[in-house]
Structure formats: structure tokens, C-alpha cells
């Protein structure tokens, strides 16, 4: 059955992603193409080919229209719609991937810097690899956003003051024994740096509830092309370390201190590249991968609370599980996130709904206890910066999962769109980023940068 608004809000997603159309031009297209539409269908032709038609009519879009009708269900599309690339298209694809290697040969650069101080991965500071990875392997990401999206000067200002504001100041704090400043600024800076690059990404619109959607599918995306991307270079250096054994060469220090460094941190932005490309293709993985893992997670989450109550296991008494625990609930909520960009706003409730619900409940039930556990643990053996740092990333878990299960709950009674546990979510996001530059900015002092 085809749905209009739905279509709709993919052309001018498609639209946007191009980074060739403000958020101004892309109003006034869309009432363009609704105005088309309306006067096709009082004239007796149908919804789907007045669309359709509309669709062709807009003159200067035809060629992000008929990129649009590759990524479309609807069969017609594809007959009609999807004429050979220009001259044009060509050749900014080609100074595309041009781009893309640069940045990726920057991104290695800027991981050798310390190298060429005298720290490589080798010597007794390692450390400063884990402090600046984020800013060797994210700026290239930003750029290329920039380039994309070919955003105005104030977002490269923007860019600009974030990562040189966040490089002086994570290297001018010292580091000291036993660390745990040092690793909990390197995890929190990552997640920081997420809300400038969704501002690079959404430009103008950032802040519409749509674009932060569309964000998180991008960077979830990002994620996984990132680990297969990673998984396939592993494989290849050990390979190619193991032959060039047989023949008596030694390449591993090569491996190490360029290969990896290279791949490592220009990993990135190929990855970004990557899914923006895939968006002219195909756009089924977010749906497929959000109902393998959806109930996968919720399977592990049940099994992991009957066994706890079988056992007797107090979390509060295992560092360890409580670790675990953490892991667990942030996957939680990059799966429930991921899930809610692979769903359309309006389709009605249904069984994939429920199943979402149910996960949120469950991980709600194991934030409480490993809250507990958490609060327990510094009541007794006093803070640290780690203490801290999980109790109140815990805390912010429990609000999201405390709206988020009144939301699935309040949807799957029809009480409420599911737009609205959209929204909420979106503007709850930043939260996220705000903690963790507070851990950034005021941890390593606080516990004297140990």
C-alpha cells in the first residue's frame, strides 16, 4: 500500500543527506511537490502517480530524485526514474572518494604526531594514543560532513573551536598512576565530540527531531561498517605477517607503527563515506539488523536476570558484572535508538513494538539493580572516578528507560503517536554528550588527574 507521507519524508530525507539543499529550500520544495500533488489528484489521478509525477517536475532536484528512486520499495521507481549519472554526478563522486582518501591519510597523520615526539605505541606512553584517538580519527570525519553538507562558515568556526579546544585541553592535564582519569576522559571525549559532528551532519536543521534521527541511524551505521571494516583488516595484517614469516621478512614493526595506525584511524570517515554511498543504493540494513538484535538482547537480558536470581550473585560484590551490566544497557539503548530510525512514525502499533517494550522493561529492571550495586559499592569503598562516572551514567540510563517504557507503553495502548516517544528521546540525546564532557572537564581534576 502506498503511504504518502511517509514517501514524502524519505524524498526529502534523500534530499537532505545530498548536502546540497538548506533546510529553507527543502521547505519550499516540499510545498512545491505537495501543491503538485494535490492539483494531479483532484484531477482523478491517483496518489502514487500523481507523486510520482510530481516528482519529476521539480527540475533541479530530477538528479537527487532519480538517486532517490534507487533507494525506494516501490518498483515504478526504478523503472522510470533511474537514468545513467551525468558528466556532473560523476565527477564530484570521483572527487569524492578523492576527498575521502585524503582525509583518511590525514587522519594517520595526525595519529603519528606523537610518534614524532618520541611516543610510540611501543614506549612508556602508550597512553597518549588512548587520551587523542578520538581527535585523530574524528576530525577527518568532520570535514568530510563539512564538504558534504557544504555548510556555511560559522560550522567550520564550530568544528574548528571544538577539536582544538578539547586537544589543549585533555594534553595539558597531566596523567598520573593509576590512570583511570586518563581512560575515562579518552571514552567520554568520544561521546562528546558525537554532538558537534551531529550538528556537521544535521547543518542548519540540526535540530529538528527528524534530523537527530536521521543522525543516529548514520552513526550506527557508521559502527557497524567500522567493526566489519576492522574485523577484515585484522585478518589481513595477521595474514600478512604470518607469509612474509615464511620468507624470512619481518614486517611487523611496519604493521604496527603505520599500518595500524593508518587503518586504525582512517577507519572513520571511510566508514562514513561508506553509508552516505549506500544511501544511493539500498537502505534495508537498519530494519534487518534492528529485528535480528532487538530480541537477541532481550533474550540475553531475561536469561542474565534468572540467573542472577537463581545464583544468588550479588552485583554489588562482582566489579566485573557491574561492568558487564553497563555494557549491556548501552547496548540496549543504541539498539532501541537504532530502532527507532529504522521505523516509520506512522505505521500503526505492532508485534516489533511490543517486543521493544519488553526489552526496555527488562533493561529497566537491570539499570535498577545495577544501580544498587553501584551506590552500594561507593557507600562502602569510598568514590573514585570510576564510581562516579558509572553512577551517573546509570542515572541517565534510568530516566531514558523510565520515559522511554511510559512512551512504548502509553504507544502500544494508542494512547500517544509514536512521534512523540521520538521527540522525546531526540531532545533527551545532548543530555548524553553534556555528562560526558562534564566527566572530560571536571574529573581529572577533581581526583587529582589520577
Known sequence: MFELESQ????RGHLRSSGSLGEDELEELESHLRDSIDDLTTRGVTTEEAFLVSIRRLGDTEALSNEFAKVTTESVWRQLLVPAPDESSRRR????????????????????????????????????????ASLFALPSVAVYLIWKRSLPLRFIFLAAAVFIGAAVLINLYPSRSPYDTVLLTA??????????????????????TGTRLDFVRFAGEVFIYSVLIGLGGAVLVAVSIQVFQFVDVDIENF????????????????????????????????PVLARIFTPLLLVVLVSLLLAILITGQAPAEDRELLIWFDLLLALVLGMTLYTMSARDAEDPTGFWDAVVFALVVVALVVDAVA???????????????NRLAALGANVLLLVNLVFLGLGYGRFLLRRVRYQVIVDLQMRYL???????ALVVIVFPPLFGFR
Open 371 to 385: 544501580l544498587a550495586g553501584i551506590a552500594s559499592r561507593v557507600a562502602e569503598y569510598g568514590a573514585t572516578p
Open 255 to 286: 604493521v604496527v607503527n603505520w599500518a595500524v595506525i593508518f587503518g586504525g584511524f582512517g577507519l572513520l570517515v571511510v566508514a562514513a563515506y561508506l553509508v552516505e554511498w549506500k544511501k544511493g543504493r539500498i537502505e534495508t540494513i537498519a
Open 8 to 11: 514524502v519524508r524519505k524524498w
Open 93 to 132: 563522486q570521483r572527487t569524492e572518494v578523492m576527498l575521502v582518501i585524503g582525509l583518511a591519510l590525514l587522519a594517520g597523520l595526525l595519529g603519528k604526531i606523537p610518534a614524532l615526539l618520541g611516543w610510540g605505541l611501543d614506549t612508556d606512553e602508550p597512553l597518549v594514543y588512548v587520551k587523542n
Open 187 to 208: 571514552l567520554h571525549l568520544f561521546i562528546a565530540l558525537l554532538l558537534p559532528l551531529a550538528i556537521l551532519y544535521g547543518g542548519p536543521g540540526w535540530r529538528k
Open 430 to 436: 545532548p543530555v548524553y554528550a553534556v555528562w560526558a
